[in-house]
């Protein structure tokens, strides 16, 4: 005689009188029957975890510290889907960690503010500009160092002509070259830095513009 089975209603042949196997048996009473669920038993558990303090021991900050390595360590390596980040990006949002959270603490706000020592040349490296200059000359390269073949790892994009006195060739794929980290050393060792053409810092920026003004 085949049965409906009431968790996954599902046809059903065994010995279950209404349920296909011990999997939807469990699952059923998991989501209907669950003593846990109901009100009068959650409020005895919490009253035991209080009188026992174990909900302050699980909600001290060195509790805390000490699972977040273990909870990194789980996680390292998983491949997320374009799907899973956008579910913690909008999980993000809605626990109110909106950038930027500490907007008090910004630039020239924060106590260890030193006056904007920050190069414009790493700042100009932040900008999608350079990011598609530098996407665009590692797939021209195949991801391949130019110096030595290796092919994938830590690859950098050098500057045949350099970045700092030559900014029209700054973004130019032609004037791009991949290496590796260790070529890239290479190419720089003993070599001077070449001066920058106008301010070199954040700091001599601003006093640029207040000058002007």
């Known amino acids: ?34 003593p846990q669920r109901l009100p009068e038993v959650r409020n005895k558990i919490s009253k035991i975890a209080k009188q026992t303090h174990r909900q302050k021991q699980l909600m001290t900050k060195e509790a805390r510290q000490k699972a977040i390595p273990k909870i990194a360590a789980a996680h390292r390596g ?21 950038p930027p959270r500490n907007s008090h603490l910004v630039g020239n706000k924060h106590p260890n503010w030193q006056g904007g020592f920050t190069t414009i040349r790493n700042k100009e490296f932040q900008k999608q500009e350079y990011i598609d200059f530098r996407n665009k000359v590692l797939k ?24 700092g006195p030559n900014p029209d060739l700054r973004y130019v794929i032609s004037n ?35 000058a002007i003004s």
């Not at 996954?8 to 998991?30: E, I, L, Q, V």
């Not at 374009?82 to 909008?90: A, D, L, P, V």
């Not at 290796?150 to 500057?159: A, D, E, I, S, W």
């Open 1 to 34: 005689m085949e049965k409906v089975c009431k968790q996954c209603k599902k046809s059903y042949t065994s010995r279950g009188k209404y349920f296909c196997g011990h999997s939807c048996r469990a699952t059923y009473t998991n989501l209907h029957n669950n």
């Open 78 to 98: 998983r491949n997320l889907t374009s799907q899973w980040k956008k579910n913690i990006g909008i999980g993000v949002k809605r626990a109110g960690c909106i």
């Open 140 to 163: 021209r390269d195949n991801y391949t160092c130019q110096a030595c073949q290796q092919h994938g790892g830590k690859l950098n994009v050098h500057h045949i002509e350099p970045w």
């Open 176 to 210: 791009g070259i991949t290496l590796c980290k260790k070529c890239h050393y290479t190419k720089h060792k003993n070599t001077p830095r070449p001066l920058t053409v106008g301010p070199r810092t954040l700091a001599d920026l601003e006093l640029n513009q207040l």
